[in-house]
């Protein structure tokens, strides 16, 4: 049973292993570049001593957290690191496990990666996290909330936190295209593996830099499909393709697990 993940694969995928544990055979077709933008902006505002003008930093995924790593790496290359120290000490507001990891590996402390989606992680900014660290309620409005985003974001956060009169300061850090082989690598997976029971999508941007290919594919006749969260299922069903399953938390386990249950519960 082959299950087609429409994203990159990642050294020691964890989507991969906990596929196999559940005996799925994983496949991977990437279908979007990501290029760092920005740098030389936010070089210059690591320059700035944090204390000044942010509470916290906030960043819902891993290419984000990169193109931060690529800055931090310039601003503070050779120099002294107590500037790089006052900036990871801010809070790491973030969503999801994975892009939590990467922000920790570069050694800031992260909140809000049990949350999962945007909706949520705005809703527990809001009504959790600032009451419950009044030493940073005291800085709002004076001092912002850095925000790392890609070109394709949604505004569920800038929005929601706007209204709750949290300033943020943000910055677009990368930006997505579509792979221009997505439909070549498409077709030879499927004639090396016929046996494709599920399409995985990742994004609202990935649904639809696929689309064209994945009609023309035939897959949507067969394969049954999932959503890694609510917003991409949405945006799949007003394009009116089914959705079979949606992952109640964007992690691979939590995927791994209920595409098994569903596969059971239909035998």
């Not at 969503?95 to 570069?106: D, F, I, M």
């Not at 989606?117 to 709002?140: G, Q, R, W």
């Not at 956060?157 to 706007?162: A, C, E, F, K, W």
């Not at 499909?225 to 949606?246: E, F, W």
């Amino acid at each position: 049973m082959c299950i087609l993940l429409l994203r990159e694969k990642a050294p020691n995928d964890l989507y991969e292993k906990y596929l196999v544990q559940n005996s799925r055979q994983a496949l991977f077709l990437p279908i979007i570049t990501h290029t760092p933008v920005n740098i030389t902006s936010l070089t210059k505002i690591l320059e700035q001593d944090p204390v000044q003008h942010y509470w916290g930093i906030l960043a819902t995924s891993q290419r984000a957290v990169e193109s931060l790593k690529i800055a931090l790496d310039q601003c503070f290359e050779n120099k002294d690191e107590e500037g790089k120290k006052r900036w990871l000490a801010l809070p790491f507001i973030t969503v999801g496990k994975a892009t939590a990891k990467h922000a920790e590996n570069l050694g800031f402390q992260c909140f809000g990666e049990e949350t999962g989606v945007a909706t949520e992680l705005s809703k527990d900014i809001i009504e959790n996290f600032i009451p419950n660290h009044p030493e940073i309620a005291k800085k709002i409005p004076e001092q912002s909330l850095l925000f790392l985003s890609g070109d394709k974001r949604r505004d569920i956060l800038p929005t929601r936190l706007g209204a709750a009169n949290i300033p943020i300061h943000e910055l677009t850090v990368y930006k997505t295209e579509p792979s221009p082989s997505i439909s070549h690598e498409l077709k030879n997976l499927i004639q090396n593996n016929p046996e494709i029971n599920w399409v995985v999508y990742f994004s609202p941007s990935g649904v639809d830099m696929t689309l064209e290919a994945i009609q023309h594919s035939g897959l949507l006749s067969y394969a049954r499909i999932a959503a890694i969260g609510p917003t991409t299922r949405d945006h799949l069903i007003k394009l009116g393709i089914s959705v079979h399953i949606t992952a109640s938390k964007p992690e691979p386990s939590i995927l791994a697990k209920e595409i098994q249950e569903y596969d059971i519960g239909r035998l």
